[in-house]
Nanobody, 123 residues
Framework: QVHLAESGGGLVQAGGSLRLSCSAS????????VSWFRQAPGKWREFVAS????????HYGDSVKGRFTFSRDNDKYMVYLQMNDLKPEDTALYYC????????????????WGQGTQVTVSS
């Protein structure tokens, strides 16, 4: 069992930056792949970034490549998403998720989810 809690969301102007954090608890967190997804009002949940349990296999959704950076600290049970050059279309509820996969971009591959943190980017 893994419990996840996101933080760090807020309101920012276009071009600004935010750093999201995901705090994890539970056994064997380092053995889980972790990802970030987001969901804007009226839209499907969208893959943002993920990494396998072993690390080093980070990949990103096309819409955030070059602007967002995923990182994790297994010793601290923390996952981060550094978001730079934010755009209004990045406005969404951002979720952290964990699962026993190799860093999938499919939300069904993740069994544990946080409650989400809201990011709003004004133009």
């Amino acid at each position: 069992q893994v419990h996840l809690a996101e933080s760090g969301g807020g309101l920012v102007q276009a071009g600004g930056s935010l750093r999201l954090s995901c705090s994890a608890s539970g056994r064997d967190f380092s053995t889980y792949a972790v990802s970030w997804f987001r969901q804007a009002p009226g839209k499907w949940r969208e893959f943002v970034a993920s990494d396998s349990w072993s690390g080093g296999k980070i990949h990103y959704g096309d819409s955030v490549k070059g602007r967002f950076t995923f990182s994790r600290d297994n010793d601290k049970y923390m996952v981060y998403l550094q978001m730079n050059d934010l755009k209004p279309e990045d406005t969404a509820l951002y979720y952290c998720a964990a699962g026993t996969n190799m860093g999938s971009d499919y939300e069904g591959a993740y069994m544990y989810w946080g409650q989400g943190t809201q990011v709003t980017v004004s133009s």
